[in-house]
């Protein structure tokens, strides 16, 4: 019976319908207990740059992590990002490319992933292989095969921006918005009132952690209260945008003259290739006594830790009291000193109990 249904199978695969014959005879050798060919699929990873032109230091350099098979899915794709010496490898966000290329007139599916390196250092900048574990199917139904792969190291050459310091952080992109805002008491200001700095920025093609800290100036007479950032990748249509917020507050502690200074930023135009500076204008005030709080002659410009002068003029009023008292009642420590100490022959006779002197 399995012959005669073989051979009408046979006759049928060379009709117009072969597709549906095909399914009824691998249907009919399964339930009559014939064990067909399996089919194991091909699979490969790959690594390459997106770009062939000489990127400048911080700017996107987009890595391409293809996985490609002849089956027809992909399933449990897992993979680490390794360490880059000299630059940061990320995935910014989950974005997926599902591609396909002909082989020898077989279709192979591939799914891309597209990974950000943003170079830190100039010269020669290496990406380590990176290793993949997935599935791939031949369709629903079928016994997925596991594939353990690891692709080829990617280099890339990297200038660094003419101007720009060997040990400087860079920050390149094509667009930097930075929106300052300060918060300032109403006047008059007094001790204890305090000026808040906030600072939003904005730019294309880079990391929001690669978007420096704002510095945080010490002055005399102002205690300095930096807040945690807020740092946040978006995608915009594909695009990585990265923002951060910065908040600093500076807490008046005594009455003075004071200027928070300026704070300067640079940056670099891959498009132009030139520096450009923005700069957040600092403040400046008088502050007076707080209600109660004594004035102070001492320069509130000096550059000193908080606290660092009220100790030292506690300590000093601590010594001169102290001198005062002593000398004030030197007579009775002079008594006291007599009454406890013995007299300097009497200490020698202890001392040398064979002296007789």
Same mark, same amino acid.
């Not at 992109?173 to 008059?188: A, C, E, G, N, Y």
């Not at 204890?192 to 929001?208: E, K, M, P």
């Not at 009642?329 to 040398?352: C, E, K, Q, V, Y």
């Given at each position: ?9 046979? !006759? ?17 050798? =399964?339930?009559?207990?014939?064990? *067909?060919?399996?089919? +194991? ?7 390459? *740059? ?7 230091? !911080? ?14 899915? &992909?399933?449990?794709?897992? &993979? ?24 020898? $007139? ?27 574990? &997935?599935?791939?199917?031949? !369709? ?5 095969? +596991? ?15 003419? !101007? ?73 249509? $594909? ?69 660092? =002068?009220?100790?030292?003029?506690? $300590?000093?009023?601590? +010594? ?26 009497? =200490? =020698? ?9």
């Amino acid at each position: 019976m399995i012959g005669a249904l073989t051979r009408s199978l046979s !006759g049928a695969l060379n009709g117009p319908i072969c597709g549906r014959f095909a399914t009824l005879a691998a249907t009919a050798g =399964l339930a009559a207990g014939i064990t *067909l060919p399996a089919h +194991a699929d091909q699979a490969e990873v790959d690594a390459g *740059l997106a770009r062939t032109d000489t990127p400048w230091i !911080g700017e996107q350099v987009i890595v391409h992590l293809d996985l490609k098979t002849d089956g027809l899915s &992909f399933a449990n794709v897992f &993979f680490d990002l390794p360490e880059v010496e000299g630059g940061f490898l990320m995935r910014p966000d989950t974005t997926t490319l599902k591609l396909t290329e002909r082989r020898d $007139g077989v279709m192979w599916q591939v799914l891309r992933y597209p990974l950000a390196l943003f170079p830190q250092s100039d010269g020669e900048l290496t990406v380590p292989a990176i290793t993949v574990r &997935f599935d791939t199917t031949q !369709g629903y139904g079928s016994e997925p095969d +596991a594939h353990e792969l690891s692709t080829r190291p990617v280099t890339v050459t990297v200038r660094r921006p003419p !101007g720009v310091a060997d040990d400087a952080l860079v920050v390149t992109t094509t667009r930097l918005d930075v929106q300052p805002d300060w918060t300032t008491p109403p006047d008059p200001v007094q001790a204890g009132d305090a000026f808040t700095l906030q600072v939003r920025r904005s730019a294309d093609a880079i990391s929001a952690m690669l978007l420096p800290p704002l510095p945080v100036y010490e002055v005399g007479g102002l205690a300095a209260y930096p807040k945690n950032p807020e740092v946040n990748d978006r995608s915009n249509r $594909g695009a990585l945008v990265g923002e951060r917020v910065d908040r600093i507050t500076w807490v008046v502690e005594r009455a003075g003259s004071y200027r928070i200074p300026d704070i300067r930023m640079q940056w670099w135009n891959p498009d132009d290739e030139r520096l450009q500076d923005i700069t957040v204008p600092g403040v400046s005030f008088e502050a007076a006594p707080a209600p109660g709080q004594p004035a102070t002659d001492t320069p509130a410009s000096e550059s000193a830790a908080p606290g660092q =002068l009220a100790a030292w003029g506690l $300590g000093t009023l601590l +010594a001169a009291a102290l001198l005062v008292l002593a000398w004030r009642f030197r007579a009775t420590l002079h008594r006291w000193g007599r009454r406890i100490l013995p007299a300097p022959r009497a =200490l =020698l006779s202890d001392l040398n109990p064979g002296d007789t002197h």
